[in-house]
């Protein structure tokens, strides 16, 4: 069986696709436990790295601050060049955001959720509740210029829902379709994200995202890795993003073990495997923060900064 199974990987696979599956192989190995530089990943050669680039964006309550001038006024001396807003009442809320970021150096990366209903309940009334305030959200957020609006299609706790077959996933592609027509003519996209199975069993990991991604085939339909999710669902950071591939719109980060500021859970904070993936990809939109803070943040934010800039580097 062994042998049968090198001798397809001899004849069915050119020279250089089984350089890129020996390599990721290779790297998702070797970065398990350090987080020192290793070979594996472009080395920092070739265009895909090159065009790669490392945009951190901050969620409303990452950086300190009573308003957003102050928030912004703190990004923009880490060099912080995204923000994440939320969702919900973000129509309302559009002249304050813009006066803010008039300017400024700082864009607005992905819009987190803020829909209600959710779009595989089996109410028809939630799953038009859901479409409505999705259609609101995508409209605002063109206006901004983001890059896209993050949606889960059920939260664990969100009942009752659609059964695990190819008929719900048929109609969630359907759905999608729809809500991908309305963000590509906002100039925007709607992004699939994963969740742990805690959180969402329904969609667990990038590459599921990645293939209703395919399916659907439009291009405002786009999916997002999030490090914190994918702790404890993917076997290997590098391989998730790479599973994305030209889908990939945004990532989320934190820390590893109690989704904190990256680096308050000290070496398990490691995101070199995953940075490689991201450079591989020639990666240059936004990773963000989506995390809580154990300490001061007016520290632990630049600390948190810091660490990811190095890491980068090292990947």
């Given at each position: 069986?062994?042998?049968d199974?090198?001798?397809?990987?001899?004849?069915?696979?050119?020279?250089?696709?089984?350089?890129?599956?020996?390599?990721?192989?290779a790297?998702?190995?070797?970065?398990?436990t350090?987080?020192?530089?290793?070979?594996?990943?472009?080395?920092?050669q070739?265009?895909?790295?090159?065009?790669?680039?490392?945009?951190?964006?901050?969620?409303?309550?990452?950086?300190?601050?009573?308003?957003?001038?102050e928030?912004?006024d703190?990004?923009?001396k880490?060099?912080?060049?995204g923000?994440?807003?939320g969702?919900?009442n973000?129509?309302?809320?559009?002249?304050?955001i813009?006066?803010?970021?008039?300017?400024?150096s700082i864009?607005v990366?992905?819009?987190?959720?803020g829909?209600?209903?959710?779009?595989?309940?089996?109410?028809?009334?939630?799953?038009?509740?859901?479409?409505?305030?999705?259609?609101e959200?995508?409209?605002a957020?063109?206006?901004?210029?983001?890059?896209?609006?993050?949606?889960?299609?059920?939260?664990?706790?969100?009942?009752?829902?659609?059964?695990?077959?190819?008929?719900?996933?048929?109609?969630?592609c359907?759905?999608f379709?729809?809500?991908?027509e309305?963000?590509a003519?906002a100039?925007?996209?709607?992004?699939?994200?994963?969740?742990n199975?805690?959180?969402?069993f329904?969609?667990?990991?990038?590459?599921?995202?990645?293939?209703i991604?395919?399916?659907?085939n439009?291009?405002?339909?786009k999916?997002?890795?999030?490090?914190?999710?994918?702790?404890?669902?993917?076997?290997?950071?590098?391989?998730?993003?790479?599973?994305?591939?030209?889908?990939?719109?945004h990532?989320?980060?934190?820390?590893?073990?109690?989704?904190?500021?990256p680096?308050?859970?000290?070496e398990?904070?490691?995101?070199?495997?995953g940075?490689?993936?991201l450079?591989?990809?020639?990666?240059?939109?936004?990773?963000?923060?989506e995390?809580?803070?154990?300490?001061?943040?007016?520290?632990?934010?630049p600390?948190?900064?810091?660490?990811?800039?190095?890491?980068w580097?090292?990947?």
């Open positions: 069986m062994a042998s199974r090198r001798n397809f990987l001899k004849t069915g696979l050119s020279g250089a696709a089984l350089a890129a599956v020996s390599m990721s192989i790297a998702c190995s070797s970065n398990k350090s987080a020192g530089k290793e070979e594996g990943c472009c080395g920092g070739g265009d895909c790295c090159k065009n790669a680039e490392l945009k951190i964006s901050f969620q409303e309550g990452t950086a300190p601050g009573e308003n957003l001038n928030k912004f703190f990004m923009e880490l060099g912080v060049v923000f994440e807003p969702g919900r973000l129509k309302a809320r559009l002249p304050e813009e006066q803010a970021l008039n300017g400024r864009k990366s992905a819009i987190c959720a829909f209600q209903g959710f779009i595989l309940s089996t109410d028809a009334a939630i799953r038009q509740q859901c479409l409505d305030t999705m259609k959200i995508i409209e957020a063109g206006q901004l210029g983001s890059t896209g609006v993050i949606i889960v299609p059920a939260f664990n706790q969100q009942l009752p829902v659609m059964p695990h077959t190819q008929e719900t996933r048929n109609f969630l359907e759905q379709g729809i809500m991908g309305w963000a003519a100039g925007t996209t709607v992004i699939f994200e994963p969740l199975r805690k959180e969402a329904y969609l667990r990991q990038v590459a599921d995202a990645a293939s991604c395919r399916d659907i439009h291009p405002g339909v999916c997002m890795g999030d490090f914190w999710h994918m702790t404890g669902e993917e076997t290997c950071d590098m391989g998730a993003f790479l599973s994305a591939g030209e889908y990939l719109q990532v989320h980060i934190a820390s590893r073990k109690r989704r904190s500021m680096g308050e859970d000290g398990a904070d490691n995101y070199v495997n940075f490689k993936g450079k591989m990809l020639g990666y240059n939109k936004y990773v963000s923060f995390c809580g803070c154990q300490g001061d943040r007016a520290t632990v934010v600390a948190a900064v810091e660490l990811l800039r190095k890491q580097e090292e990947a």
